[in-house]
Every structure is written in C-alpha cells, then in structure tokens.
C-alpha cells in the first residue's frame, strides 16, 4: 500500500544530508588558465593541462582558494591550517585524465553550521544545520549521449565530451547528517539550500545559478521507524535543480521510502535521479558495491596552509549576513511577516530593495512586484525579474506618484512592457496613455453622464452622495479609464454643490 | 602473512580495468607481496617522527593569479583523440553504470 506523506511521517523519521556542489565564478580554471565561460563553442576552453595531456602540471588558482576559505567562514567553519588536494581516481570520460583532483580527508574548511529559518505551524522555528566540511575540487567536463532513444547513458550508442567545463574550480560543501526536522524535513532541506544560495551569492563567489548548474544539490533521505534510533540506508537522489526540486525531491523520496519499507521491502543504498516533472526520482547507480576512488595525495600540487592571518583578514571583509539583511529591510519596510516570506519566496527581495533604491516608495514597489508583474509572470510562466527591470518600475511608480498615470494606466504600462513595446515611456506615448488631467475636458465628461442621468444626478444633489458613484463610472468609460478617478469626484461633487 | 592477496590483486586489476587471468593472477600476487615486503622496510627505518612524505619539496601555497590565458583551438584539442565528432571527443558507449 502507497503511504502518503502523512501517513509516512507517523511512521517513520526522516533523516537527512546535503551536498552542495557550487562553481565559483572565477575567471580562469581552478589548475589552468583557461576561460570559465558559460556556453562557450564546445572544446574552445582547455588546454594540455585540463586534458590531462602527458607532462602538463597543474597550478592552484589563489582566487578559488581565497573563495573557498570565504565560504568556510561565512558557514561558521574552521580553516584547516593544513590542507591537501587528493586524486579521485575513476573511470569516466568526463575527466580526460582518468582522476578528478579533489580534497579527501583533508578539506580546507570542516565543523561549521548554518541556521535556517522556516514557517512552522508553531510560528517561525530555526533549525541549525551543521556542515560537516567545505572542499575544494574541479568541475567535470558534459557529456552528450547520443543513439539511445532518451538521451540518456543507458542505451547510447556512443557518447559526445565536451570538456569546457573539466577543471572550473567546484566548491563542495557537506553537512553532517540532520535529524530531527521531522515533517518539516522538504521545507528545512529547501531553506538550507536558499540560505546557502544567498550567502554564496553575498559573498560574490559563484554566479548560484541552480539552472545553468553553477550550483546543484544532492540529497540524502534515510528513514528510521519512529523512536527506534537505528538510521536507515540513505539513498541519494541527484539532478535536483531548483530550490522547489530540493523541498519536492525530499518530499517525494520520503513517501517512496515509507512504502517500500511497509510493503517489507528494503532500501537500496543507490543514487537516484530526479525527474523534474513528476517529481519522483529513478534509480541510478546502485552503490552496494561499495566505491574504491583509490585517492592519495596529488603529487603535482604541494599542500595549501592559510596563515592565521590571512584568513583573518578574510573574515574581516565577510558582508553582511542575508539572514540579517532580511531582518534589517523588513524593520526599515515596516513589513508584516507573512508578507516578507511572500518576497523571499518569490525571490523578489532584491529586486525590491533595488527598486526601493532608485526611489520607489518601498510599499509600492512591494506590491507592484508581488501583484501584478507577478500575475504577469504566472501567466507566462517564466520569472518576474525576467519581464521588467527595477529602474523601469521604479519609474512607473513615479509617474503615479506625480499624477502622469493612474493605477489602472500604470497597469497597461507595465503590461506594454512586457510585451517588448519599449521603455514606459515608449509605450505611453505609444498607447496615449496620459491621465486626463484636463479639468475642462473632463467637466464636459461629466456633464454629458449628468445629462444621460438626470435622475441620479438630482439624488447626489439632494444628499445622496453614494448615488454619485454611477455617474463617476460612467465619466472613466467615457473617457477610457484615463481620468483620476479622485479627480472626476472632486469636480462632479463640486459641480452638483456636494463639496 | 603475505603483504598483499591474491583477492586483492584481483581486486586492483579490476580497478584498474586490466584483465588478467588466473594464472597472471597467481603470478602477480606473489611478485607484488615480494616487492611490498622490501617497500616495507622503508617503514622500519622511518620513526614514528617521520611523516609520510607526499611533496618531497617543503614548499606550500604555491598559487596562480586568476588570469585567463589563451586555450587550444578546439582542432588542436581534438588532434590527438582517436574519434571526434560536432567539435566534440567521442567515446564508445560508456558501460555498466557509472554516472
């Protein structure tokens, strides 16, 4: 029988683990001087060094080093005053040089934690992720499989290597195995990986862009039936590239667990991968075998030894933390909390806060952003920041502010917009779209709608002030929703001797 | 105690993706228990004082600057490999399941 999530969790504990793989954004490879650039002509970025071609030596990028030990700190890490790189040796042609060069038992930075924050139905409640080591490694390079009837490895008939990518300094950061987050578990693993992406991000050594894979994530699900305290086997589930797909992945892989394990079934410790568009995962490698990298230290490569004081003086230009940040914009915003989740969710607090910047008034620039160029977004299925720019809406919103456009004309701007018609002030030029601000244009509006209801008219002349709601209605139409709609009731009152 | 099985030679050459047949196998253990039994001796003379050596030289944070330096061509990069095809080195069908 299928549990679902709910049923499984009363069964069951989750227990879980993460592994984070991020490119830093360095211009050069992390062993070699060649490009890092996304989407570059296939084999158009290496040389002798990072094809492993015979006599070739690698050279540490200190960018990547620095990049890396900045990460450690800002994830409450020690830096290991000793540090090695190690050679994972495989066969797999996505390393032309048959190892990948990586850290083994001696990573650069080991023993730190992060802490997330998420909603509960308790309020809000921290869980404390520790990190059990950040290290250092290269990038591998893309395989293309070619023949099979998907795409996919099993089934090809040969494969196509492009290796733009082997060598571009890889970040991996571990945490420790995290229990207790409950039924909490997706939400807990998906606010990780979100803290995790903005401080990458604050720290400015990656471009964290989940899809184009500057940063994936890994994550290991174990089960154990409740109060038993014997940990389960993990499987661990790959490809999950979106932070919806990390809350998703664990999600489902709970609920596929749990049944197995009911229907007395057991867990095969084995990579699975996720599939983006049921949400489920399917097995990959199995890992019964239990795997021999044969790793020793990297001969070519002499050990890596931050002095105190170096790494000091990193600590000492760490940025602000985005936790505190969010803290600091939310008082500054005077933002209610279900609110600032709504921003951070829609990943939209930047762009607020850079809106905001250029002068917008930061409620206005909140719920232009949440409202209606996210609607916009939802129908097109793509992300907000994709449509428009902060300084065009910080734009828009000053045009409202000095009375050049009213809501509903701010609207068609936006929209015009997006549907690439220019700049806003392109597009209202092009539409016509300019608040008629006109008193004597607007007066014979509304003397037309007063002669068209001459009984409603006398009703707001006797008193009836709501009555004049069906005449101001009939003023916007006339004129096209271009008129202040506060405006056409100043003059209408006025004219009907009410104000 | 041999140094080294003949399981775990077998299990090397599988690693290592040789074939070797039983009689190699047989050979081969025993050779390499040889040659690891005078390795061995280093182990002896070397106190507890001595680390294991992995750099010879005594040197440590040998850096690069982050600077892009020119890259082969993608004709020069490809010259060497035994098939390629769309700008690309092509391999056989990779087996088993690796990732």
């Known amino acids: 029988m299928a549990l679902n999530f709910d049923q499984a969790l009363e069964k069951y504990e989750p227990t879980l683990g993460l592994e984070v793989h991020v490119e830093l954004n360095t211009h050069s490879k992390m062993f070699c001087g060649c490009a890092t650039e996304f989407g570059a002509e296939p084999n158009t970025q290496t040389c002798p060094v990072c094809l492993g071609l015979p006599g070739a030596l690698p050279a540490v990028n200190g960018k990547a080093i620095e990049s890396t030990i900045l990460i450690g700190l800002a994830l409450n890490c020690s830096i290991a005053p000793y540090s090695r790189f190690a050679r994972k040796n495989y066969f797999y042609p996505d390393m032309p040089k048959n190892f990948q060069t990586s850290q083994y038992d001696e990573p650069i930075c080991i023993n730190g934690y992060l802490d997330v924050e998420i909603d509960t139905e308790e309020g809000k409640k921290t869980f404390r992720v520790e990190i059990e080591r950040v290290h250092m490694e290269e990038d591998t390079g893309k395989s293309l499989h070619v023949g099979g009837s998907t795409g996919r490895i099993h089934g090809a008939e040969y494969s196509l290597l492009d290796y733009n990518r082997a060598g571009i300094p890889l970040v991996e950061i571990v945490t420790k195995m995290i229990p207790g987050t409950d039924k909490y578990a997706p939400q807990v693993a998906r606010a990780y990986v979100t803290e995790l992406r903005d401080i990458l991000r604050s720290l400015g050594v990656s471009d964290v862009k989940m899809e184009q894979g500057s940063l994936r994530c890994d994550a290991n699900v174990s089960l154990s039936p409740r109060g038993s305290g014997i940990l389960g086997t993990r499987s661990e589930t790959k490809n999950v590239n979106s932070l919806r797909s990390v809350e998703r992945a664990i999600f489902g892989e709970i609920e596929r667990q749990a049944t197995r394990l009911e229907s007395g079934e057991r867990i095969i410790q084995e990579t699975r991968h996720f599939l983006e568009e049921s949400g489920l995962t399917r097995a990959g490698r199995s890992k019964e075998q239990a795997e021999d990298y044969r790793y020793f230290p990297e001969p070519d490569l002499v050990p890596v030894t931050p002095s105190a004081e170096w790494v000091e003086e990193l600590r000492a230009t760490l940025p602000e933390k985005p936790s505190t940040r969010r803290k600091r914009l939310q008082e500054a915003w005077a933002v209610p909390d279900k609110e600032m989740t709504s921003l951070i969710n829609a990943e939209l607090l930047d762009v607020v806060e850079e809106t905001v910047n250029l002068g917008a008034d930061p409620s206005k620039a909140r719920s232009w952003w949440l409202g209606e160029i996210s609607r916009l977004a939802n129908e097109k299925d793509v992300s907000a920041t994709s449509l428009v720019t902060a300084s065009q809406v910080a734009e828009i919103i000053a045009l409202i502010s000095s009375g050049e456009l009213t809501d509903k004309l701010a609207r068609q701007v936006v929209e015009g917009v997006v549907n690439g018609e220019g700049t806003p002030r392109e597009v209202i030029d092009a539409r016509g779209l300019k608040v008629v601000s006109d008193d004597s244009a607007l007066m014979a509006a509304i003397e037309s709608a007063i002669a068209a209801q001459p009984d409603t008219a006398e009703r707001v002349r006797g008193g009836n002030i709501p009555a004049a709601g069906a005449l101001i209605g009939a003023v916007m139409k006339a004129t096209g929703g271009q008129a202040d709609a506060a405006k056409v009731r100043e003059l209408l009152l006025k004219h009907l001797g009410q104000a | ?99």
């Open chain 2, 1 to 99: 105690m041999a140094a080294i099985s003949r399981e775990e030679v077998a299990n090397l050459a599988r690693l290592a993706r040789i074939e070797m047949t039983d009689v190699e196998l047989d050979h081969l253990a025993t050779e390499m228990d040889v040659i690891l039994g005078a390795v061995a001796r280093v182990q002896e003379v070397a106190g507890a004082e001595v680390p294991p050596t992995s750099h010879p030289l005594p040197l440590t944070n040998v850096f690069r600057a982050d600077v892009v330096t020119p890259s082969l061509t993608p004709e020069e990069a490809l010259s060497g490999a035994p098939a390629k095809a769309d700008q690309r080195f092509k391999v056989p069908q990779i087996l088993g399941d690796a990732e």
